[in-house]
């Protein structure tokens, strides 16, 4: 072989061994470095952004709240007759109570059972309570005993009518006879029967009545009963208090009755009709639902403002007169063509500028706007864009203007 072919040979040999031993060293130094540079230079993160089109901004409800009042037109205020102690209540705040029903027993300072005058008498009114529980008891009882009878004779009757239709079906003359006066002699002991429970209801009522109308001519200054059939919604006393003559004890109120009124502007009025929901808030933060039952068509001759009323759903066991707060939605819509009814936390309200950001083409585009008035939490505003273009309205404090952005609607 010739030197130059020798030469050639070697050369050749030699790139090879140093191929294969430095080229694997390469890559592996050229991958370990691209892993490091995805590892130290990450994508970066957009900022996530909520968005509405400017369509949807073109109405809006208008959260108004407004001072109130509970009225009632049927109040019955409870005051004691004498002075004494308060011995017995038979009420809690907030409870019904019935006309006729005992409240409150106030005894005489110093007198009991065993001494002579009001506590004599007041003995007797004892027992005459004890009588009309008797009664009250008996009265129960016929009533009880009337409706069971009823209520079984009914049962016994329906047994032999269908006795009576098997044997009308089953074509039997003897067996259709015997059902036939079964019914008949069943129909007139139970006509008796019930005439005589009922008339033992009946006396047992004249009974009850008799005891207390006797009780009612025993009462004297110290029991205390209810004028009339309503909620108990204000209580001012407690056994063992001392009352005197003209103190008030207690308020009973025919909740039916009870209403919430409020004033607002012409313009609001205008909005608001029967019917429409609305929140009453009373002073101890409890909030009920309500609705509109009465708008007034004539302004209040000196304020100028229109009396709104309402019902609640649930009623207010609370004093007649009592302050409360009403809020309701009404509705508003921006008529002009470049205003919008904007949530004022997506505006940037500054001395030398007011903004928001525009989304377009996945970037917060700073827009100006121009406030033309506030409403609770809103603004109309108005801006140059289109109404199918979107407005950043969450995240819009934490971008910049031509940031990209991830948004969602």
Do not use: C, W
């Not at 033992?200 to 009780?215: C, I, M, P, R, T």
């Amino acid at each position: 072989m010739s030197n130059r072919n020798l030469l050639y040979a070697f050369s050749v040999a030699l790139i090879f061994t140093l191929s294969s031993f430095l080229l694997p060293k390469y890559l592996k130094q050229t991958s370990k470095t691209l892993v490091s540079k995805t590892q130290t230079n990450p994508s970066k993160e957009l900022t996530k952004v909520k968005a509405e089109s400017l369509s949807s901004l073109k109405s809006a409800n208008n959260l108004l709240e407004y001072p109130a009042v509970l009225k009632n037109d049927q109040v019955v205020k409870v005051f004691a007759k004498a002075s004494g102690n308060v011995s017995k209540i038979n009420f809690q705040l907030g409870e019904a109570v019935t006309s006729g029903e005992l409240l409150v027993k106030v005894d005489d300072i110093g007198t009991n059972s065993a001494q002579s005058g009001a506590g004599i008498k007041n003995d007797q009114v004892v027992g005459g309570e004890l009588l009309l529980k008797q009664a009250e008891e008996s009265l129960k009882l016929a009533k009880k005993s009337y409706d069971n009878l009823k209520e079984s004779s009914a049962k016994d009757l329906k047994i032999l009518k269908i006795a009576k239709d098997q044997a009308d079906a089953k074509g039997d003359k003897d067996g259709i006879s015997i059902a036939k006066n079964q019914l008949k002699s069943a129909e007139e002991k139970t006509k008796t029967a019930l005439s005589s429970a009922k008339t033992g209801k009946n006396l047992a009522d004249l009974q009850y009545q008799n005891a207390l109308l006797s009780l009612s001519g025993l009462e004297d200054l110290h029991l205390l009963k209810s004028p009339f059939s309503g909620t108990v919604t204000k209580k001012m006393i407690s056994e063992g208090e001392t009352v005197a003559p003209g103190q008030l004890l207690l308020e009973i109120s025919d909740l039916e009755k009870s209403k919430v009124q409020f004033f607002v502007d012409e313009k609001e009025a205008q909005k608001i009709y029967i019917g429409m929901e609305i929140e009453v808030k009373n002073n101890d933060g409890k909030i009920v639902t309500g609705k509109i039952t009465a708008v007034s068509p004539n302004a209040d001759s000196e304020t100028r403002r229109f009396l709104i009323e309402a019902k609640t759903q649930d009623d207010l066991i609370i004093p007649a007169e009592t302050i409360l707060s009403v809020s309701l939605s009404i509705p508003k819509i921006s008529q002009d063509q470049n205003s919008y009814l904007i949530p004022l936390s997506a505006i940037t309200i500054s001395q030398n500028e007011n903004f928001v950001f525009l989304l377009k083409d996945g970037k917060a585009v700073k827009t100006d706007v121009l406030i033309k008035n506030i409403s609770g939490e809103k603004a109309e505003a108005e801006i140059n864009a289109n109404e199918d273009e979107q407005m950043i309205v969450e995240g819009n404090k934490i971008v910049s203007d031509g940031e990209e952005v991830e948004a969602n609607f």
